[in-house]
């Protein structure tokens, strides 16, 4: 019998990527995101890049804005193109805020960007705001994928830090912040429709 936890993780792997409005680079994990969004930004496949939080936490990864989009911008993309929502403290206020933003600017598909060991409670918790606002908008899983399990990145293995998700997948899912297994696996089959 095939768990919860696989359906999760076999999906949200296997996400089917198309262009959209905007790639969500989730604030954290140093400067190891940002160029995945970068590269769907040269690749034609988002038309710009919301950098997502306002926490500052060094020794926990988590970078000012001011201090990474000038690494976003040397890469090509224009100021334009960059936007910061600022609100957010941790992965549930940026889900919020940023489908709040989508909704506001009329947006329809998000890329979510995050670590490996990141995506699955990222994605989960977007998919949660997304259902509950009834925004009708379209979450792509589009994580950084070239990033090494086992050297500590200043901050703790990656491995390791993959075992405290899932713990928190537990933690957050049991209050309700997270969408099921069952909300993931209806989400995709309707998205994948609209292929």
Known sequence: MITDREIILAI??????????????????????????VELYKHGL????????????KDYGSFPYEE??????????????????NKSMHTRQQAIEVVKMAMERGWKKLALVASH????????????????SKSGIILYNAP????NWFVDSGWGYRFDRLLAEFERI?????????????????????KESLL
């Open 12 to 37: 949200v792997d296997n996400d089917c990527l198309t262009h959209s409005d905007a790639a969500v680079l989730l604030e954290g994990d140093g400067f190891f995101r940002f160029q995945k969004a």
């Open 46 to 57: 988002v038309d710009r890049i919301v950098f997502s939080g306002n926490i500052i936490d």
């Open 170 to 190: 537990e933690k957050y899912g049991a209050m309700g912040h997270l969408a099921t297994a069952e909300e993931v696996i209806e989400y995709q089959r309707w």
């Open 68 to 85: 990474v989009a000038p690494f976003i911008l040397n890469q090509g993309v224009p100021e334009k193109d960059l936007i910061h929502e």
């Open 144 to 147: 950084v994928r070239n990033l």
């Open 117 to 132: 060991e990141h995506q699955y409670r990222a994605y989960l918790t977007f998919l949660r705001e997304v259902l509950d």
